[in-house]
């Protein structure tokens, strides 16, 4: 079968900080990656043998045959795909396409078996990077990709930028260009204890040497950046986790443009993140893990997405009452949670 399977592998869902655990679907998977896998592993699987997984049958109401006309067609859909599903939404997406004349029942049964999102639950994002830089901003930051161990939650990331952008090369600090060079010899000398010393020293002056893929390093700088106009729920609350796990989905990895329009009083710089085509901060609230911050923001676009996902129950507005996130600070400001 060559490359025309994608495999995708995780772990299995265990219980949220927030108390609750994602819902498991047949497979024993939430809606994540592993489902994924389940899907190409069958389609792999079907492949070979010309048999669809045994239990389908008791989340869908057409026959076998039935059954193994869909894996065909979905088979030939995700070869002809370029590139292949890598996230749950864009496997459900497939699915829905490939057998849109088929039964409502079958389909939403086919996507309840792998835990993959059901029709209501995907969103759709339009294009909102600006060709011009908006009024108000201050300026903008091409980043290098994200780490996923910088995203703090679901409304701030640590993002870096190379020192050879025309931006930053005139501002390095003369001690920090320094001690880059220093620890370089260092390491070519193999004195790694002094290496490590140096760049201790780097990242307390807000820079970091950033190792990329080609075993080139180079010297970054360290900027903290809040989605502007969002508000995630806190790591203690719940989908504090969620919240943050969706926006390392989003961006890890990736390159950022950010549109910076201030700093708060926390000394992170506030701005619009564009990662590809994607407004972050639309898909946060579409999928229901963000609040709109209207307190600080008052765009009549990210209140419409919020009441998107607030209509389809979606992420945090599956809650009955979810408590705002600047609700939830001021009681622990006053010692009320």
């Known amino acids: 079968m060559g490359n025309a399977l994608r495999f995708l592998h995780g772990n299995e869902c265990k219980p949220s900080s927030s108390g609750h655990s994602d819902t498991l679907g047949p497979h024993g998977v939430s809606a994540a990656t592993v489902g994924l896998s389940a899907l190409a592993h069958d389609l792999f699987n079907f492949e070979i043998t010309s048999q669809v997984p045994a239990g389908l049958g008791n989340h869908v109401v057409s026959s076998k045959k039935a059954q193994a006309n869909w894996y065909q067609k979905l088979l030939v859909a995700w070869r002809a795909a370029k590139p292949p599903p890598i996230t749950p939404e864009e496997a459900s997406r497939l699915i829905i396409k490939t057998l849109k004349r088929h039964q409502k029942a ?36 091409k980043t290098l990709p994200v780490d996923p161990k910088f995203i ?64 080139e390093e180079i010297l970054a700088r360290r900027y903290r950046v809040r989605l502007r106009g969002i508000d995630a729920p806190e790591s203690e609350m719940p989908y504090g986790k969620e919240s943050k796990e969706e926006l390392k989905k989003i961006v890890q990895g990736k390159q950022l443009k950010v549109l910076v329009y201030g700093e708060d009083r926390y000394g992170r710089w506030v701005g619009d993140l564009y990662c590809n085509s994607i407004f972050v901060q639309e898909m946060m609230l579409k999928k229901g893990m963000a609040w709109h911050y209207t307190a600080y923001d008052q765009r009549p676009e990210l209140a419409q997405w919020e009441k998107e996902a607030r209509a389809k129950r979606l992420g945090l507005w599956a809650s009955r009452n979810p408590k705002e996130p600047w609700e939830w600070r001021k009681e622990k400001r006053n010692g009320r949670s």
């Open 106 to 141: 079958d389909v939403e049964g086919l996507l309840a078996f792998y835990g993959l999102p059901l029709p209501h639950m995907l969103v759709e994002i339009s294009d909102h990077v600006p060709v011009s830089l908006p009024q108000g901003v201050l300026f903008q930051l």
């Open 152 to 215: 703090t939650d679901g409304d701030t990331v640590v993002v870096y930028v190379s020192t050879s952008d025309p931006r930053e090369s005139s501002s390095v600090p003369q001690d920090v260009h320094v001690a880059a060079v220093e620890r370089s010899s260092a390491r070519a000398a193999q004195d790694y204890t002094r290496a490590d010393a140096l760049h201790k020293r780097i990242i307390k002056s807000g820079y970091r040497v950033i190792s990329l893929q080609n075993n």
